[in-house]
């Protein structure tokens, strides 16, 4: 009983630092986008299954902190539904950039879905039960959609496709949040947030293996040059 009168009394102080966290998380796509806005990448690179359940996620959770009235936690996820909604318009941009027309008409359509997961998710919450498992499963889905990429890591080495300030902003969140359901006896808050933090260290060991093994690549490039230029020679003959 001492234990868990001493863990409220840090709640103050949680609530801080979970708002913080997650619009900071909300907030990390940036670092995705500004190659493509500055032309060197395609949107395509674009995890948009992350920015997907980014939204979802965040609408849901609004929701529920509006039915349970706990206003600031509602806060911080009415920012981040906003945040996430404005990235969405962004990469909506650019898959219609050429189409003018089309893109006010998505932004259009991506309004009318938000406003139905609001009206479903108020009314499921009043009148089901199943809405915490619900909870659970997007929650889940959000901090794995960063992975998305994972195949592509795999096949072609590449470390960046993995949106890693994502990832680590993703582990301090979940770990925030989990902490707050632990203090909250909230069995819909820690489930996903602890599965989230273990979903984002695998992400962030896969991004570290391959980014130490680039890295060591490109060392023993500059130390033996020779043989970098000897591959290169190979490769011309063959073909």
């Given at each position: ?6 863990l409220?009394?840090?709640l ?42 980014n ?10 902190w ?65 809405y ?5 499963v ?59 933090l ?19 690549k ?22």
């Amino acid at each position: 009983y001492k234990n868990k009168m001493e863990l409220k009394s840090i709640l103050p102080f949680l609530d801080v630092f979970n708002l913080i966290i997650t619009i900071f998380l909300n907030l990390s796509p940036i670092v995705v986008f500004i190659p493509v806005i500055k032309g060197k990448e395609k949107y395509t690179n674009i995890p948009i299954s992350m920015l997907i359940f980014n939204l979802l996620n965040n609408l849901c959770w609004a929701c529920y902190w509006f039915r349970l009235s706990y206003f600031n936690s509602l806060l911080c996820c009415s920012i981040c539904s906003t945040i996430a909604t404005l990235f969405f318009i962004l990469y909506l941009y650019f898959l219609n950039k050429k189409q003018i027309n089309k893109f006010i008409i998505s932004i259009i359509f991506l309004f009318c879905i938000e406003l139905i997961i609001i009206y479903i998710s108020i009314y499921v919450i009043k009148n089901l039960n199943f809405y915490g498992k619900y909870l659970i499963v997007i929650n889940i889905i959000m901090y794995i959609a960063p992975g998305q990429n994972i195949i592509k890591v795999i096949k072609e080495n590449n470390y960046k496709y993995i949106p890693i300030v994502n990832v680590i902003m993703g582990a301090l969140c979940s770990g925030g949040w989990f902490l707050y359901g632990k203090i909250m006896n909230d069995i819909n808050c820690m489930i996903p947030n602890g599965l989230g933090l273990l979903f984002s260290l695998i992400n962030t060991i896969i991004w570290l293996f391959y980014y130490l093994k680039a890295r060591n690549k490109k060392n023993k490039s500059k130390f033996y040059p020779e043989e970098n230029q000897n591959n290169q020679t190979r490769d011309v003959e063959i073909k």
